[in-house]
């Protein structure tokens, strides 16, 4: 046995010897709900409690917890009545950052993320490129057992684990957004078949998500990018993170901006066909700029979720051989490109991200979905 050898050993074993009995977790012991008829409110409830770790399977791990961020998601499911797969209690967040405690040794004491969303490799969708969509993916914090992001440690599947190596002065538990506000981005824009020199749209550039949009769109070649949104101080950033123009919508209906927009065309010599229109808000005013701005062979890529019902003649697609297309998620083989990205500087994540302490989360939820959009993504960070 060489030294290297032995090294790699002990450090397996002090590894090994952090294996907890217990998982510590904040579950949410039951969302918000309100009744029907009365309209009356129950608040949801979040506990710390602790549940055994369970008994691990061939190819998967347990990962102990660096830090989960906190999504729209999230609070979709414990505010406004989206339901979870698994019933819970459970443990919500599926944006983690970690490193792999115990289970396949291939895999101890390396730092990986965790995708948000873990196809099953069997389907026909997963076997066809779609495997981001698969309706068997498993998903921390919705549809893997009890298991979420806000916990000590989380038992995952090792298959669609992203290692992160050489990541510099980046602290682990930032490297959290790229299991999904970082990677959705991306696949957004593979979705929408995004090629270098392509002029693209970002509705919500402000947002957590909007805002790697910009920066991703940009890094993979966009030629141009416009931003639009409301809040004019983070429209002013976002100029320096990809976008080359914003468009400041208070106020303003789809038409005047569609006006403003093509103002903005005819003056800086940009064609008024084939924009790639990223809408990240998932409400209404910001589909019904997207819809007013698609034009002759757009695309109006749907990033963001909402219940909004928006009217459009969609007779107008045929005239204008254009597209509505929805995207969801991101495949894991991608993340390895994004995680790239993030280190080597070509998207930067730093001034978007922030770290708390988990024992926050219920004043964080509270904060956050008050705020609706907060400056930037909360990361928890493990304290108990
Ligand atoms: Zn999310
Ligand atoms: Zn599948």
Same mark, same amino acid.
């Given at each position: 046995?060489?030294?290297?050898?032995?090294?790699?050993?002990? &450090?397996?074993?002090?590894?090994?010897?952090?294996?907890?009995?217990?998982?510590?977790?904040?579950?949410?012991?039951?969302?918000?709900?309100?009744?029907?008829?009365?309209?009356?409110?129950? /608040?949801?409830?979040?506990?710390?409690?602790?549940?055994?770790?369970?008994?691990?399977?061939?190819?998967?791990? !347990?990962?102990?917890?660096?830090?989960?961020? &906190?999504?729209?998601?999230?609070?979709?499911?414990?505010?406004?009545?989206?339901?979870?797969?698994?019933?819970? /209690?459970? *443990?919500?967040?599926?944006?983690?950052? #970690?490193?792999?405690?115990?289970?396949?040794?291939?895999?101890? +004491?390396?730092?990986?993320?965790? /995708?948000?969303?873990? %196809?099953?490799?069997?389907?026909?969708?997963?076997?066809?490129?779609?495997?981001?969509?698969?309706?068997?993916?498993?998903?921390? +914090?919705?549809?893997?057992?009890?298991?979420?992001?806000?916990?000590?440690?989380? /038992?995952?599947?090792?298959?669609?684990?992203?290692?992160?190596?050489?990541?510099?002065?980046?602290?682990?538990?930032? !490297?959290?957004?790229? $299991?999904? $506000?970082?990677?959705?981005?991306?696949?957004?824009?593979?979705?929408?078949?995004?090629?270098?020199?392509?002029?693209?749209?970002?509705?919500?550039?402000?947002?957590?998500?909007?805002?790697?949009?910009?920066?991703?769109?940009?890094?993979?070649?966009?030629?141009?990018?416009?931003?639009?949104?409301?809040?004019?101080?983070?429209?002013?950033?976002?100029?320096?993170?990809?976008?080359? @123009?914003?468009?400041?919508?208070?106020?303003?209906?789809?038409? $005047?901006?569609?006006?403003?927009?093509? +103002?903005?065309?005819?003056?800086?010599?940009?064609?008024? @066909?084939?924009?790639?229109?990223?809408?990240?808000?998932?409400?209404?005013?910001?589909?019904?700029? #997207?819809?007013?701005?698609?034009?002759?062979?757009?695309?109006?890529? =749907?990033?963001?979720?909402? !219940?909004?019902? *928006?009217?459009?003649?969609?007779?107008?697609?045929?005239?204008?051989?254009?597209?509505?297309?929805? *995207?969801?998620?991101?495949?894991?083989?991608?993340? %390895?490109?994004?995680?790239?990205?993030?280190?080597?500087?070509?998207?930067?994540?730093? %001034?978007? =991200?922030?770290?708390? %302490?988990?024992?926050?989360?219920?004043?964080?939820?509270?904060?956050?979905?008050?705020?609706?959009?907060?400056?930037?993504?909360?990361?928890?960070?493990?304290? @108990?």
């Amino acid at each position: 046995m060489n030294e290297q050898t032995t090294i790699k050993k002990s &450090v397996r074993r002090e590894k090994m010897a952090t294996i907890p009995d217990k998982i510590l977790t904040w579950q949410m012991v039951q969302p918000t709900s309100r009744d029907r008829e009365t309209g009356e409110v129950t /608040p949801g409830k979040i506990e710390k409690t602790e549940v055994p770790v369970p008994e691990l399977g061939p190819g998967e791990v !347990l990962v102990e917890v660096a830090g989960c961020g &906190v999504c729209h998601t999230d609070l979709g499911y414990f505010y406004d009545g989206v339901p979870t797969v698994s019933k819970p /209690p459970l *443990t919500l967040g599926h944006e983690i950052a #970690g490193t792999v405690v115990a289970g396949d040794e291939a895999w101890i +004491g390396k730092e990986v993320i965790i /995708p948000a969303v873990m %196809p099953c490799r069997q389907c026909i969708l997963c076997k066809t490129g779609r495997g981001n969509r698969c309706l068997n993916q498993k998903m921390p +914090g919705n549809s893997l057992g009890l298991y979420g992001g806000f916990s000590s440690h989380i /038992p995952v599947p090792s298959i669609d684990l992203c290692e992160v190596k050489d990541r510099g002065e980046f602290p682990l538990s930032h !490297l959290a957004v790229v $299991a999904d $506000a970082g990677t959705t981005p991306y696949q957004a824009a593979k979705r929408a078949d995004l090629q270098p020199g392509d002029n693209v749209v970002v509705i919500g550039i402000t947002g957590g998500v909007g805002q790697y949009v910009g920066q991703i769109t940009k890094a993979l070649g966009a030629k141009t990018v416009v931003g639009i949104a409301r809040n004019q101080e983070k429209l002013d950033r976002s100029l320096k993170y990809g976008a080359d @123009f914003v468009i400041n919508s208070t106020d303003k209906d789809a038409r $005047a901006i569609s006006k403003e927009f093509r +103002g903005l065309c005819k003056e800086n010599g940009l064609p008024t @066909f084939g924009w790639k229109i990223f809408e990240v808000t998932g409400v209404k005013p910001g589909q019904e700029i #997207g819809l007013a701005l698609l034009g002759f062979v757009g695309k109006l890529i =749907v990033v963001g979720y909402g !219940l909004a019902k *928006t009217e459009y003649a969609i007779g107008r697609l045929m005239a204008f051989d254009a597209e509505v297309i929805g *995207t969801w998620g991101c495949l894991p083989e991608y993340y %390895p490109i994004v995680m790239d990205m993030v280190l080597n500087k070509k998207i930067d994540i730093g %001034p978007f =991200v922030e770290t708390r %302490p988990m024992s926050s989360i219920v004043e964080t939820f509270e904060e956050v979905h008050k705020a609706g959009s907060p400056a930037k993504r909360i990361v928890l960070t493990p304290d @108990f």
